[in-house]
């Protein structure tokens, strides 16, 4: 088993910036893929961003690329990823979710891939 903590968020005015943080406790060392997704209020879980975690490389969404940065801690023994947000927009309002997961069956994209998921955290952007 795998638990997700996270925090961060709030609400912050549009064009401002939050820090999202998720740290993995328990099996970590199964760990293969961690990602961000969101679901806004009345729409579907959306793709934020993912890692091939010991891989390294990193993959965005086109809505948020160029304004979000995905992050991994590469301390040993360590697993956490951080999602830096700039320019935060109105649209970027939504409950964010970080996922993890030992296997990624159906690719990092996919919010079916992951079978551990953190708690959930708010980030409100205002106009």
């Known amino acids: 088993q795998v638990r997700l903590d996270q925090s961060g968020g709030g609400v912050v005015q549009a064009g401002g910036s939050l820090r999202l943080s998720c740290a993995a406790s328990?099996?970590?060392?199964?760990?293969?893929?961690m990602a961000w997704f969101r679901r806004a209020p009345g729409k579907d879980s959306e793709f934020v961003a993912s890692t091939r975690y010991n891989a390294g490389d990193i993959y965005y969404a086109d809505s948020i690329k160029g304004r979000f940065t995905l992050s991994r801690d590469t301390a040993k023994n360590r697993k956490a990823i951080y999602l830096q947000m700039n320019n935060l927009k109105s649209d970027d309002t939504a409950v964010y979710y970080c996922?993890?997961?030992?296997?990624?069956?159906?690719?990092?994209?996919?919010?079916?891939?992951?079978?551990?998921w953190g708690q959930g955290t708010q980030v409100t952007v205002s106009s």
């Open positions: 996922a993890a997961d030992p296997d990624v069956e159906y690719g990092l994209g996919h919010a079916q891939s992951y079978r551990y």
């Open positions: 328990g099996r970590t060392s199964t760990v293969y893929g």
